[in-house]
Nanobody, 114 residues
């Protein structure tokens, strides 16, 4: 069973930065598009950034220009650099494959104070 582990969240002031990382218990990222999702309290989980198997990124309008997704297939990791954070970015952040998704990990909490 594949386990996804997200890390790097925390409490930061508006305008600050955080870098999230995602690792898998098995070599499962290569060849698949990967994504970072987030879920705020009382809201549905949403996809905020995705990266194709070849490394092409796509972003939700709400994070475009502020977030950068990257992947390291050799090390089976997925990162999300988040800059110019806003209070509305507060959520639990998760990673997963876009297709043939695994069970969700515990996520990492990001809290942005105003």
């Amino acid at each position: 069973q594949v386990r996804l582990v997200e890390s790097g969240g925390g409490l930061v002031q508006a305008g600050g930065s955080l870098r999230l990382s995602c690792a898998s218990s098995r070599r499962t990222f290569s060849g698949y598009a990967m994504g970072w999702y987030r879920q705020a309290p009382g809201q549905q989980r949403e996809l905020v950034a995705q990266i194709s198997s070849g490394g092409t990124p796509t972003y939700a309008d709400s994070v475009k220009g502020r977030f950068t997704i990257s992947r390291d297939n050799a090390n089976n990791t997925l990162d999300l650099q988040m800059n110019s954070l806003k209070p509305e970015d507060t959520a639990v952040y998760y990673c997963n494959r876009l297709s043939f998704a695994f069970s969700w990990g515990q996520g990492t909490q990001v809290t942005v104070s105003s």
